[in-house]
Structure formats: structure tokens, C-alpha cells
């Protein structure tokens, strides 16, 4: 158990209502977010951006759709030999 749970339960056992949880869980929140948002910025990140695995991901699928849009308009043109 750490101290976040400590806080929550002696927020509760002291107020006896878990408005304070709620509001000290929404801080935690918060802050963890803020800290989030520092080290992407500080490592150069930005979320618009693809990383190196999605932008891998994206070549991928676009070399497999050209490759099936090559070969419909192929099949699609065969004729089927008359009986």
C-alpha cells in the first residue's frame, strides 16, 4: 500500500465523505499528466508525429493496398473462355 492510499483513507476517515478522495484522486490526475506532458516535451516527442513502429506500420499497409489495387483491375479484365 502506498501513500496515495494512506492519504485517500485518512481523507475519508477523517471527513467521512470521499469528496477529498475524489478531489485529492483528480490531483494525482493532474499532476501525473503534467509530469507526462514535461518528459514528451523534453524528449522531443509530439503526438501528431508517428513514431519510428507506426510509421513502419503505415508503409507496410500502403505497399499491401498498392499491391492488391495492382492486382483487381488484372483479374477484373481476364475473360472467362467461352464453352
Known amino acids: 500500500m502506498g ?7 485518512g481523507l475519508l476517515n477523517s471527513t467521512r465523505s470521499i469528496v477529498g478522495v475524489a478531489i485529492a484522486s483528480a490531483l494525482y490526475a493532474l499532476v ?5 506532458l514535461m518528459l514528451l516535451n523534453r ?5 501528431n508525429e ?3 513502429a507506426e510509421q513502419a506500420d ?6 499491401e493496398r498498392a499491391a492488391l489495387t495492382d492486382e483487381l483491375p ?3 479484365s481476364k475473360t472467362v473462355p467461352a464453352a
Open 58 to 63: 503505415v508503409d507496410d499497409l500502403t505497399r
Open 50 to 52: 508517428l513514431s519510428t
Open 3 to 9: 501513500n496515495p492510499e494512506v492519504l485517500a483513507q
Open 43 to 47: 524528449t522531443g516527442y509530439w503526438a
Open 32 to 36: 501525473s499528466l503534467v509530469c507526462m
Open 74 to 76: 488484372q483479374s477484373a
